[in-house]
C-alpha cells in the first residue's frame, strides 16, 4: 500500500492483488496526489449529483493516466444505473475480486498508449482524441443514454463531462469528426427532431390555425342532412336543453345515421380568429428557446452508437491527431472549401507563392462585408447559421478549388486562383445582389447592407 496515500486522505485505501482502490465521497477529495497514489477510485457519494461530480472533476484532469483512471461506484450507489453506466461498474470494498481484474484489463490497453500523446489543435480534436483513448481503454463502445435532463434526450457517457448542462448537442459535432476521420464505425438507434434554433429535442407539437397559429381551435364533426341537404358543424345541429339532433334548415330531427344524415368530415374553428378550416397545421414549440416553427423545419438528427474502428484502435496506439483539413471546415458545414479563418490565411499565403512563380498570376481575392445587421437580435446559434449560409452562397460562386471563410458574421473573405478580370466584375454583381435578396427576405433586417470587393490576389 502507498504510503502517501494514507496521509494525504482520511479515506480508506484497499488492496486487491496488488491493485489499490482509494474511496472518495466529495468532489473537494479529489486531488491530484491522493488520486495518483491509487491504481483506481471507488466513489461512495451521498448523492447522484455529488458522484457525477466526482466523475466530472476527474475525466476533467490533463493528464491520460489521470482522466482514464478505473472508476467504480460503491454498491449503495449500484442502484442508481447513470452512475454506473458513466463508470466501471460496482466495487465493493469488501470483495474487490472482480473490480481488480476489470482495473488490471483497463491497465493492460493503458499500456498500450503512447507515452507523449501529442496536443490536438482543436477542441473538438482533442475530444475525440480522448473519447477514443476511453473506448480503447475500455475495450467497449459508446452507447447514448436515454436522459430526460439531457437536451438531447440522450447523454453520451464520458463526453458528458466535458460540457455544461444542456450542452449535449455539441458532441454531436465531435462523433461527426470521429466518423469522417474514420475512426468510429456507427449504428442508428434513434431520430430526433431538434430545433432548428437550439438544436434542442425538448418541445411540445401541436395542432395550430393555419391562419393566426393560435391553439385554442376545436375539431367538429360536419353533419349533412339528406332530406334538406344542409351541411353545417354538429354544434348547429345541437340545442340547449334537448338530447339529439335537430336541423337548423328544415327543423326536423336527425334520426339515423347513414338514413337521414351522415359526418362527411370534421371540421376546425379557431376560437381566435373565427377561421374555419379542414387542415390544422401542426407546429412545434421549442421549450428550451420558445422558437416555435412548423414541424417541416425540425432538423432530423440521427443518434448513434459507435464503435472504434481499426484505423481509430491504431490512431489511439500512435497518438495520431486528426486530419487537419476535417478541423479545418467550420462545424456544422458540410460544403467542402469553407474554411477556418487561420487556416484561410494559410492557402492565401500559399497560393501567393505559387502565383508569384507564374508568368500571369491569375488569381484574386474578395472581401463581403455586411453593414448594419443589428446581431443583438440574433442568438449564436442563429448567427453560426447566417453566416454559414452566406459562405455558400459565395461558394456556390465559385470553382470547386476556390475557398471561402468568415470572420464572424459580418465578414466574409474569399479566393479564386483563375478568374478572368471581366468574369470577376459580373461576379462581383451578381454575389452583391444575392446576399442583399438573401438578408432582406430571410432576416428582414431593413438596415443590412451587403458590400463586395475584388482585387487581384497579387498587386
Ligand atoms: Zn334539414
Ligand atoms: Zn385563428
Ligand atoms: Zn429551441
Not at 483497463?106 to 489543435?121: E, F, M, T
Not at 455539441?170 to 475512426?183: A, D, H, I, P, T
Not at 440521427?302 to 478541423?327: F, H, M
Request: hydrophobic share 35%.
Amino acid at each position: 500500500m502507498n504510503q502517501a496515500a494514507r496521509k494525504l486522505s482520511l479515506d480508506r485505501v484497499f488492496v486487491q492483488d496488488g491493485t489499490s482502490f482509494g474511496v472518495v465521497r466529495h468532489k473537494r477529495q479529489i486531488n491530484l496526489s491522493y488520486l495518483q497514489s491509487v491504481d483506481a477510485m471507488i466513489i461512495q457519494a451521498d448523492t447522484e449529483m455529488e458522484a457525477m461530480g466526482v466523475i466530472r472533476e476527474i475525466r476533467q484532469l490533463a493528464k491520460a493516466d489521470d482522466y482514464l483512471k478505473p472508476l467504480f461506484v460503491h454498491p449503495l450507489l449500484a442502484k442508481n444505473s447513470k452512475l454506473v453506466g458513466e463508470t466501471d461498474g460496482v466495487a465493493d470494498p469488501d470483495l474487490l475480486v472482480e473490480a481488480a481484474i476489470k482495473a488490471k484489463e483497463i491497465y493492460r490497453q493503458l499500456n498500450k498508449l503512447p507515452a507523449q500523446p501529442g496536443s490536438h489543435q482543436h477542441p473538438d480534436g482533442e475530444l475525440l482524441g480522448k473519447l477514443s483513448q476511453f473506448l480503447f481503454t475500455r475495450q467497449q463502445s459508446l452507447e447514448p443514454v436515454p436522459d430526460r435532463f439531457a437536451k438531447l434526450h440522450y447523454r453520451f457517457p464520458f463526453l458528458t463531462h466535458f460540457f455544461e448542462e444542456n450542452g449535449e448537442q455539441k458532441s454531436l459535432s465531435v462523433l461527426r469528426l470521429g466518423e469522417k476521420q474514420g475512426w468510429f464505425n456507427k449504428k442508428t438507434i434513434d431520430k430526433l427532431h431538434l430545433c432548428p434554433d437550439c438544436e434542442s429535442a425538448h418541445h411540445n407539437l401541436r395542432a395550430t390555425c393555419p391562419k393566426c397559429r393560435s391553439v385554442d381551435i376545436k375539431e367538429e364533426d360536419l353533419v349533412h342532412h339528406f332530406p334538406c341537404a344542409h351541411i353545417a358543424p354538429i354544434s348547429d345541429f345541437e340545442r340547449e336543453r334537448q338530447d339529439g339532433l335537430h336541423c337548423p334548415k328544415c327543423d326536423k330531427t336527425l334520426r339515423h345515421i347513414g338514413n337521414d344524415y351522415d359526418k362527411p368530415s370534421a371540421i376546425f374553428n379557431c376560437h381566435d380568429c373565427h377561421h374555419t378550416f379542414q387542415q390544422a397545421e401542426y407546429r412545434s414549440l421549442c421549450i428550451e428557446c420558445h422558437a416555435e416553427v412548423p414541424i417541416e423545419k425540425l432538423k432530423e438528427t440521427d443518434i448513434c452508437q459507435y464503435e472504434l474502428t481499426a484505423k481509430g484502435q491504431a490512431a489511439v496506439q500512435n497518438g495520431a491527431q486528426v486530419n487537419p483539413s476535417l478541423l479545418a471546415l467550420k462545424p456544422g458545414l458540410s460544403e467542402p472549401g469553407v474554411f477556418e479563418f487561420d487556416v484561410f490565411k494559410v492557402l492565401v499565403r500559399q497560393e501567393m507563392l505559387r502565383q508569384k512563380g507564374q508568368e500571369h498570376p491569375t488569381a484574386m481575392v474578395g472581401q463581403v462585408k455586411i453593414d448594419g445587421l443589428l446581431l443583438q437580435e440574433y442568438s449564436t446559434e442563429m448567427q453560426e447559421r447566417l453566416s454559414s449560409e452566406v459562405c455558400n452562397i459565395i461558394k456556390s460562386y465559385l470553382k470547386p478549388a476556390d475557398v471561402v471563410s468568415s470572420k464572424g458574421v459580418k465578414m466574409y473573405y474569399f479566393m479564386l486562383s483563375e478568374t478572368e478580370q471581366r468574369a470577376a466584375a459580373n461576379m462581383k454583381e451578381v454575389l452583391t445582389y444575392n446576399l442583399n435578396k438573401l438578408i432582406s427576405c430571410n432576416l428582414h433586417d431593413k438596415h443590412a447592407n451587403v458590400q463586395v470587393d475584388m482585387e487581384p490576389l497579387l498587386k
